[in-house]
């Protein structure tokens, strides 16, 4: 069992910066790959981006390349995303969540976060 809790939202200016951070509790945190999603009001959550277990692979939505990067401290429990040149279409309730594999589909995950909301004004 992982238990996930994120932290780090807030509102921000176009072209602002933000981190979040996902703190996931239990021994066994560095066994899982770790992801975050987002859900935009009135759509389907979206993959963000993925990490793998021990932080050697990366993995991106095309909409987020090049501006956002997913990185994680295993001696922490924690994963972050670091998120650069937000745009208002960005704006959303972001989710991270653990899988025993990596994966790009939320259907591929185990645990997922209770969401922190990230709005970006234009």
């Known amino acids: 069992q992982v238990q996930l809790v994120e932290s780090g939202g807030g509102l921000v200016q176009a072209g602002g910066s933000m981190r979040l951070s996902c703190a996931g509790s239990g021994r066994t945190f560095s066994w899982y790959a770790m992801g975050w999603f987002r859900q935009a009001p009135g759509k389907e959550r979206e993959f963000v981006a993925a990490i793998s277990w021990s932080g050697g692979n990366t993995y991106y939505a095309d909409s987020v390349k090049g501006r956002f990067t997913i990185s994680r401290d295993n001696a922490k429990n924690t994963v972050f995303l670091q998120m650069n040149s937000l745009k208002p279409e960005d704006t959303a309730t972001y989710y991270c969540?653990?899988?025993?594999?990596?994966?790009?589909?939320?259907?591929?995950?185990?645990?997922w976060g209770q969401g922190t909301q990230v709005t970006v004004s234009s």
């Open positions: 969540a653990a899988a025993k594999s990596v994966a790009t589909i939320s259907k591929g995950y185990d645990y």
